[in-house]
């Protein structure tokens, strides 16, 4: 089947309290990981692609090893979703491109003007039958080039449920990203992070049925980590989003989790285990190979944290 919309997916994960899995794709082998993983656990996907991976990647490659991944697993629905577009212009190209679903990203700006872009947005994408995710609040951390408050500045920046509300009333978006107490990046928190669950249940009881995004929400394992300090690197000690509160979230209002920097971890962790273990190793598929291993592995065990591993069929 071709490449497929959220709509779906996110009224099953609502109804049947899970969340579905949004992870970001660079090249062949983390997209190989991923779909590898949820090819064996028959859970639904959403494909998600960044302006920094449209730069560094251009996106007739990644088109293309989309392309692939689809072709060969008809039984699963797969989204292709642009992460974070700050403008108009982007989330056009996009659906231009043949994205299914784009995020509109003005969370910056005024509450007004963050309506008038997201409208805008709305409207061109429905047009073209495209969903779209808006975002209201804001998030700590970096990613990229979205650079978020301060972690100690987190908990005053949560979105508002009051203005949640309105947000979707006037700007019609599909899904909406909240600022609830997550952290772009591998360097969250330095203690253990408690989710404002009560945001997603205040904006849940006043949107029934609504889907929320969760921004932010790797856990930065220990277990990569670890390897990668073992093997000469140097990343401080910090801490992620606990598996436990985002199992929480994906039970509540939460359909949409997105993780990019556990990816990133575990391909760098296991390249720098081979490289430190077999110093003379100089074919790439010889690293890039274990690095897909343990993307693999790792997108398994999230499937099992939202919960979504099995339920890839009930999606189509
Ligand atoms: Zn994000």
Do not use: W
Request: net charge negative; aromatic share 6%; charged share 25%.
């Amino acid at each position: 089947m071709a490449l497929v919309g959220t709509k779906k997916m996110f009224e099953m994960a609502y109804k049947g309290g899970y969340a579905i899995g949004a992870f970001n794709v660079n090249n062949m082998e983390i997209t190989q990981g991923i779909i590898n993983a949820i090819a064996e656990e028959k859970a639904p996907l959403i494909l998600q692609i960044s302006r920094g991976a449209r730069k560094y990647a251009s996106m007739s490659y990644l088109r293309g090893i989309i392309d692939v991944a689809v072709a060969e697993n008809p039984d699963i629905p797969i989204a292709m979703h642009l992460d974070h577009g700050d403008t108009f212009e982007i989330c056009k190209q996009c659906v231009d491109d043949g994205f299914t679903s784009v995020m509109i990203d003005a969370s910056k700006l005024p509450f007004d003007e963050n309506v008038k872009v997201t409208r805008e947005v709305v409207k061109y994408a429905h047009d073209h039958e495209v969903v779209v995710e808006a975002e209201l609040g804001q998030l700590g951390g970096i990613e990229e080039d979205v650079v978020g408050v301060s972690s100690d500045d987190i908990s005053k920046h949560l979105t508002d449920p009051a203005q949640a509300e309105e947000f979707v009333e006037k700007t019609g978006c599909d899904s909406l990203a909240i600022a609830c107490g997550t952290s772009h990046g591998a360097y969250k928190f330095k203690t253990e992070p408690k989710l404002a669950f009560d945001v997603i249940e205040d904006v849940s009881k006043r949107l029934p049925g609504f889907p929320l995004v969760m921004h932010g929400s790797s856990s930065v394992l220990k277990e990569f980590k670890d390897l990668i300090n073992k093997y000469g690197g140097d990343m401080p000690d910090a801490m992620g989003v606990p598996e436990d509160a985002i199992s929480r979230a994906a039970k509540m209002a939460v359909c949409k989790v997105n993780i990019d920097t556990d990816l990133r971890m575990a391909l760098t962790a296991k390249i720098r285990q081979v490289f430190v273990e077999s110093p003379a190793e100089f074919d790439p598929r010889k690293y890039l190979g274990p690095g897909r291993e343990a993307i693999r592995n790792m997108v398994k065990h999230k499937l099992h944290v939202l919960d979504c591993a099995g339920k890839a069929s009930e999606c189509l």
